[in-house]
């Protein structure tokens, strides 16, 4: 994802890489003689006006045919020979430091005003550990970034509790509870502000409310927020209730399961969401819907501004359906209904992932490239989760790996900047300058690309795709560390990939790393 706020060096200039990536191939928004073809699926309307009953309506219909893609014709899969799944544990230091958990958040926004961006919400959590006595629990709280999140209060197990504050205000600590379950209560109230230029998460953008990383959240004790993703969560259960305006329109992470009319006009939802690592929503006026369908049958929804160009709205749509057909059938099956993209604003530069919704940009030139880099994070980040701020590389890079794939048929590689890499892959993100530059981009994506696309053309296309799968069936909603991800590769590579894992990184545990196939 591009990054927020201070926007640490993994991609700050994104949006000027990625420019450059698109100036070199085809840019975002720009046709071909293919996209003349019979439609690969057609978008549905919907109502004019937005009323009570159904304020979820965009203020005008749009139909949006979507072109058949003009990508290259991918390269066939085979099914290659099963690998033993490895039997070798991870070193201490690749092991995943969050509670092990059944988690089930109940969020209800008791009150709403998007014009001032004020809301007051209750929060409920109820754990179940999976292994013994739960630990000391932390909370990431991103919106103390910005300086808008207040705590109101805090119950364990319904008892008044005051949570350790940490890391500058972003992490609540709630002592270790007394056995196996536990409820946590939050109540607090966020007045948004109009976000900053390049700002990604929670905040104002004109008349734009964005919802991303705005509820404290459970985690582990790292200062996550100030640097990059705060996305290190185990995936969830969400039920979240929240009261939309009439005229306004809601995208969110799940799915809806009622609509109440409420005395004053405005409808409250009540969304739910299973198997996710985070709930995001953004909410404007008279925003328009546009829908696909994918080959898989999942359902593409775009929000829009009005007047968003309708040459923009189709490029998004088709490089959706795209990439969530194709990395379906390479790495495994996208395993929500729908997926969903909504246009954030003028102050977002790029993009940025949620579970099953993504923000973009959608006057951008390189459009379709941002899709596929923003759709590739739900495989690599959400359904595959990771430690953004220790490895960066996994995700970051394996997402720009994809997202150059899928526009080339996986032959782009990018070649090392004059001078070469400044920071070694496997930096993590507090060993990055802090602030915008292009040399944490090119360390971080476009050095995880090249990496990427080195190991897969060692292992050649079939052995890669199936150590991918086979990584998704094994941490399918789960969390993979670098060993995990250079242990599977290895043991389905047909040639040893120990050289250039040394030649990449200073992982002390490398030499613990078994034979090509075990």
């Known amino acids: ?121 209750v929060e409920r959590v109820t754990l179940r550990s999976r292994s013994g006595p739960l630990p000391e629990l932390h909370f990431t709280v991103t919106p103390a970034e910005a300086g808008y999140f207040q705590l109101d209060g805090a119950t364990l197990d319904d008892q008044p509790v005051t949570p350790d504050v940490r890391n500058d205000g972003f992490t609540l600590t709630i002592p270790a509870p007394p056995g196996e379950t536990a409820t946590v209560g939050f109540r607090f109230t966020l007045n948004l502000r109009q976000v900053p230029e390049d ?6 953008d004109g008349n734009i409310v964005r919802l991303g990383y705005w509820f404290p959240i459970l985690s582990d004790d790292h200062p996550y927020p100030s640097t990059a993703d705060p996305a290190y969560t185990r995936t969830a259960t969400f039920d979240v209730r929240i009261p939309i305006p009439p005229g306004y329109v809601l995208a969110h992470t799940g799915e809806e399961v009622t609509r109440e009319p409420l005395p004053d006009g405005a409808v409250r939802y009540h969304l739910r969401a299973e198997n996710v690592r985070d709930f995001a929503m953004i909410t404007a006026p008279n925003l328009q819907i546009d829908t696909a369908t994918t080959a898989g049958g999942v359902r593409v929804e775009l929000y829009s501004l009005p007047g968003t160009p309708e040459q923009a709205r189709q490029t998004a749509l088709s490089a959706a359906v795209l990439a969530l057909d194709r990395l379906s059938e390479l790495i495994g099956p996208y395993p929500y209904p729908v997926f969903r993209m909504a246009e954030a604003g003028p102050s977002l530069h790029g993009g940025i992932e949620f579970p099953m919704l993504v923000y973009l940009n959608l006057s951008v030139n390189w459009l379709d490239r941002l899709t596929y880099h923003e759709t590739a994070h739900q495989w690599l980040y959400g359904i595959i989760g990771t430690r953004p701020q220790q490895d960066p590389w996994i995700d970051e890079g394996g997402a720009q790996f994809l997202e150059a794939g899928l526009a080339s048929d996986f032959q782009e590689k990018p070649s090392p900047p004059p001078g070469g890499y400044l920071h070694p892959l496997d930096s993590t993100d507090a060993e990055l300058p802090s602030g915008p530059g292009i040399p944490g981009y090119e360390s971080i994506y476009r050095q995880g690309h090249a990496f990427y696309q080195t190991v897969y053309e060692e292992m050649g296309p079939d052995a890669f795709w199936a150590a991918m799968r086979e990584l998704y069936e094994r941490f399918r909603f789960d969390i993979v560390t670098p060993w995990d991800v250079l242990l599977t590769w290895q043991l389905h590579s047909p040639v040893d990939l120990r050289p250039l894992f040394r030649d990449t990184f200073s992982y002390p545990w490398l030499d613990q790393l078994p034979p090509p196939g075990g």
Do not use: K, N
């Not at 700002?199 to 104002?204: A, E, I, M, N, R």
């Open 1 to 121: 994802m591009p990054q927020r706020g201070v926007h640490h060096s993994r991609l700050i200039a994104a949006l000027v890489a990625l420019a450059l990536v698109a100036a070199c191939g085809r840019a975002g928004g720009e046709s071909s003689p293919g996209d003349t073809t019979t439609p690969l699926v057609t978008t549905a309307t919907v109502p004019a006006t937005a009323t009570a009953s159904s304020s979820s309506a965009p203020a005008a219909t749009a139909t949006v045919t979507v072109p058949s893609p003009s990508t290259p014709a991918p390269t066939a899969i085979l099914t290659p020979t099963p690998v033993p799944s490895p039997s070798l544990t991870r070193p201490p230091d690749q092991q995943v430091e969050l509670p092990d958990v059944d988690a089930h958040y109940d969020l209800e926004v008791t009150a709403f005003d998007p014009g001032t961006g004020h809301l007051e919400v």
């Open 199 to 204: 700002w990604y998460g929670t905040g104002l």
